[in-house]
């Protein structure tokens, strides 16, 4: 079975400051690849995703993930966070059915 | 356009019920999954419909534990004797075909607390 590893549960930052999150998961073979948003009080929303192609993938609201096949990674960036990026950042993967990773809060100060 | 649809949004039940929980899918997804996330834990899969039919139930913790999608296009989750232990959000997601490079567009949720 698919394993995904998180490396940051909870992520605290300032207005503007980058931000950068570890996704790493256990799979050698093909994968699709995504990262999900949870707003406070929202349901689960599609960042941005990997299928094939470029390894570096741009997604809604300024979000970025480089797919880095030798290192089994995801990590997601972006350069200047802002207040309403607080949310809960999930990674997934997908050989056949989701599997998530545990998530990290992101709270982004004013 | 509609979304995934869950009902209802939240269940408070007693140890040793039974509870159903529904999810209406995106029209046309052929696709329907389950989930269930537990406190500070990222969704974890429980069940996979293509069409009527269950084609990975794998996930499922027990035989407790059943869903159908009869008409292959709403899916009740069914727990038999609720326990403590299954007090967690459950999630449907659903994909215009089945789950390889597919997007799975996700409902808000129910939220199940056993007492």
């Known amino acids: 079975a698919q394993s995904v590893s998180q490396h940051n549960h909870h992520v605290i930052l300032s207005e503007a400051a980058s931000l950068e999150l570890g996704c790493n998961y256990s799979?050698?073979?093909?994968?699709?690849l995504f990262w999900y948003v949870q707003y406070p009080g929202q349901h689960l929303q599609l960042l941005l995703k990997?299928?094939?192609?470029?390894?570096l993938v741009k997604g809604i609201k300024g979000f970025e993930a480089e797919f880095i096949k030798s290192k089994f990674s995801f990590n997601l960036r972006k350069p200047s966070v802002q207040w309403s990026d607080t949310a809960e950042y999930f990674c997934?993967?997908?050989?056949?059915?989701?599997?998530f990773g545990a998530g990290t809060t992101v709270t982004v100060r004013a | 356009g509609a979304g995934v649809s869950q009902t209802p949004s939240n269940k408070v039940t007693e140890k040793g019920k039974y509870v159903e929980l529904r999810c209406d899918p995106i029209?046309?997804?052929?696709?329907l999954y389950w989930y269930r996330q537990s406190l500070g834990q990222g969704p974890e899969f429980l069940i996979y419909?293509?069409?009527?039919?269950?084609?990975?139930d794998s996930g499922l913790p027990n035989d407790r534990f059943f869903a159908v999608r009869p008409e292959g296009s709403v899916s009740t989750l069914k727990i038999q004797r609720t326990e403590r232990g299954d007090s967690a959000v459950y999630l449907c997601?659903?994909?215009?075909?089945?789950?390889?490079?597919?997007?799975?567009?996700f409902g808000p949720g129910t939220r199940l607390t056993v007492l």
């Open positions: 997934a993967v997908n050989d056949y059915k989701l599997s």
């Open positions: 990997y299928f094939s192609g470029d390894p």
């Open positions: 799979y050698g073979g093909t994968v699709n």
């Open positions: 029209s046309g997804h052929t696709a």
């Open positions: 419909f293509q069409g009527t039919g269950a084609a990975d």
């Open positions: 997601a659903s994909s215009p075909l089945g789950p390889a490079n597919n997007e799975q567009f």
